[in-house]
C-alpha cells in the first residue's frame, strides 16, 4: 500500500513537470511566431508633449493680470502754513462780493477852486510853491496868481480845451504863461515860460478841496 501511494506521488509530480513545460514551450512559440500580430505601437511622447499645452490652454478661460491700484501721494502743508505755537492762525479775508476795480469817479467835474503849484526851478534844491484860484466858465479861464514876493496875487486869463491848459499872468512889462495838460480835473502838469524863448521851469497843480 505503501508502494502505491508512492507511485501515486510520482507520477503526480511528473504530470505536474510535464504540464510546466508545456506551457512554456507554447510562450515560447508563441514568441517566435512569424504569423503573430505585432503588439500595438507604443504612444508618441513628443506628440503628447506637444499637445499637452494646447490642452492646458483650452482647458480653462484665460485670466487677465488684475490691474494694480493708481496712489496719489498727499501733499504736506509747507512750513509756513503752519500756525505757531501758542499763536491762532487768523482767518482768511475774503474779497467783498461788492468789492470792484472800478476807479472812482473824479473829484472835480470843473477847475474852479484852488490849486497849489509847485515848481522847482534848475540850479534850486528847494521847490517854490505857488497857488492858483481859478473860475471856469466854458473854455475860458480867469482869476489870479499868487506867487512871491509877498504872496502877490496877479489877476489870470487863460484857456483850457478839456485837456490842454494854458494861463497868462501879466508881470512888470512881461507876460508868464504856464502851458501844458489836466487830468481828470485833478492834476496839471506844464511848463512856465518868464520870457518867450526861454528854457522854462517845469511845474505841476494839485487841485484842493474848499476848507469848509
Sequence with gaps: MIFRRLRTGLGLVAF?????TGASVAQLGAGTNPNAPPPPPLPNANATATAQPATLATAGPTLAPAAAPTLTPTPFPSPSSRPRRGHRSAPESSPSPDASDTP???Q??????VWEVELQPLGHRLATYQHFVIVQQGSALTGY??????QTKTPITGSFDGRLIQINAPVNNGTVTFSGYVENMGDMVGMQHLA???VGIAFTAQHRKKEK
Design 16 to 20: 505536474l513537470v510535464v504540464a510546466t
Design 104 to 106: 472812482e469817479p473824479p
Design 108 to 113: 472835480f467835474k470843473t477847475l474852479d477852486g
Design 145 to 150: 496868481w499868487q506867487h512871491e514876493p509877498h
Design 196 to 198: 518867450a524863448g526861454d
